[in-house]
């Protein structure tokens, strides 16, 4: 069985999706003979941590170097977690300006030295980093350096925009830095064609996101009525999320689910009409048992992203989708070609007519070519270019 170092700074029990990709690919890897070993950071102050997913790495060992950006200095100080909110994330990003390449780089010198230590003792084949954040990236190359192993580097967003623009003083650097990176790499894995593109490596692999399914063997829950079901965060989607409750204002027996972090100035706006059912932060093993429970799934898209991993446990929920965004070119596209629904732009009357016809049961859905966002055959594809690497 071949041995292959994930480096992530991401990973449970922090419960967001920069920890997904890795966790879930990490857990099907062994199916096809290759045993992960995870080098990530010691415990970070974070607003929702999701301890079930650690039960996907049970068999899968861990190691947790010290750090000392914010995140860890705040677990470190014992910050209460309910102040660990999007005012924390705020601060990440300003450190984004003043530090380079990104806020997460004072991990990397700690990383590196566990890593040497990792990698003299179960002598892996393969390095395998995902990123962001992309200093991540630092260390992976500087391990691959030292011991001469073959480095595949996995791009979740495009660089350098992601999910921050840099100032422009920043960008020409950041630039340089990305290809330096990508030329010092044995195979370079996009999670799709355009991030690919926006890296100036077309030609890396695409391994997209997907979903488990695993994850949707729960029964359903009883959310009653008719009922539109957004999970994730939602502050970056106040707007979209007042429109749809504008758009459905006047419909009877019809209900918004919540699923995220949601502060209470933020849901009263949204809830200016009264038909959202708040449900807070789950579980993500409860959180998938309320998309499959849904009548309808909405998706909204995020400033600067491509497309949500949400979209793609959409897709293993079972259920049709809605996708509510003016400029998400990709979610479109993945929403329409797989069948999984429809599309349409902020609009609010033509949401309504959208939510009437599904109401009516004339929301096309007739799903297809799903099978490539099963977490096991990405597994699979992952595990045979690695392959490809050693023999």
């Known amino acids: 069985m071949g041995k292959v170092l994930i480096i992530s700074y991401y990973a449970p029990p922090v419960g967001m999706a920069g920890a997904?990709?890795?966790?879930?690919?990490?857990?099907?890897?062994?199916?096809?003979?290759?045993?992960?070993?995870?080098?990530?950071?010691?415990?970070?102050?974070?607003?929702?941590?999701?301890?079930?997913?650690?039960?996907?790495?049970?068999?899968?060992?861990?190691?947790?170097?010290?750090?000392?950006?914010?995140?860890?200095?705040?677990?470190?100080?014992?910050?209460?977690?309910?102040?660990?909110?999007?005012?924390?994330?705020?601060?990440?990003?300003?450190?984004?300006?003043?530090?380079?390449?990104?806020?997460?780089?004072?991990?990397?010198?700690?990383?590196?030295?566990?890593?040497?230590?990792?990698?003299?003792?179960?002598?892996?084949?393969?390095?395998?980093t995902t990123a962001t954040p992309f200093s991540t990236l630092l260390v992976a190359r500087a391990l691959k350096e030292r011991f001469q192993i073959p480095l595949v580097l996995d791009f979740r967003d495009p660089w350098p925009t992601g999910f921050v623009i840099p100032p422009n003083p920043q960008r020409k650097r950041l630039i340089d830095l990305r290809n330096q990176l990508v030329k010092s790499a044995d195979l370079v894995i996009a999670v799709n064609k355009t991030t690919a593109e926006q890296i100036n490596f077309p030609q890396a692999q695409i391994i997209e996101n997907g979903f488990d399914p695993d994850d949707f063997l729960q029964p359903k829950i009883d959310l009653s009525g008719f009922n539109i079901v957004y999970t994730g965060s939602v502050w970056e989607n106040l707007k979209e999320l007042q429109t749809v409750a504008e758009a459905v204002s006047d419909i009877k027996d019809i209900k918004i689910v919540l699923v995220g972090k949601c502060d209470a100035d933020i849901l009263n706006k949204i809830n200016k009409y009264g038909n959202v059912d708040y449900y807070g932060t789950r579980p993500h093993s409860e959180t998938m048992a309320i998309m499959k429970s849904a009548s309808l799934l909405l998706y909204l898209s995020k400033p600067h992203q491509i497309v949500g991993i949400k979209l793609y446990e959409y897709l293993g929920a079972g259920r049709p989708v809605l996708g509510v965004c003016d400029e998400c070119n990709e979610a479109m596209r993945i929403i329409e070609h797989h069948s999984v629904g429809m599309t349409v732009s902020c609009n609010k009357d033509e949401i309504h007519d959208l939510v009437l016809m599904a109401m009516q049961n004339k929301f096309p859905y007739s799903p297809k070519d799903l099978e490539r966002f099963n977490r096991v055959n990405q597994a699979r594809k992952l595990a045979e270019l690695m392959n490809s690497l050693i023999s």
């Open 20 to 128: 997904m990709r890795m966790t879930k690919l990490a857990k099907y890897l062994p199916q096809f003979n290759w045993q992960p070993y995870i080098l990530t950071t010691k415990p970070i102050a974070y607003y929702h941590y999701d301890y079930e997913l650690l039960n996907d790495l049970i068999n899968i060992p861990i190691f947790r170097s010290e750090n000392l950006d914010i995140a860890r200095i705040l677990y470190i100080l014992k910050i209460p977690q309910s102040a660990v909110s999007m005012g924390t994330g705020k601060l990440s990003l300003l450190t984004n300006f003043l530090i380079f390449p990104d806020a997460k780089v004072l991990w990397t010198p700690f990383a590196y030295r566990l890593g040497c230590k990792i990698i003299k003792n179960i002598k892996p084949d393969i390095i395998w």
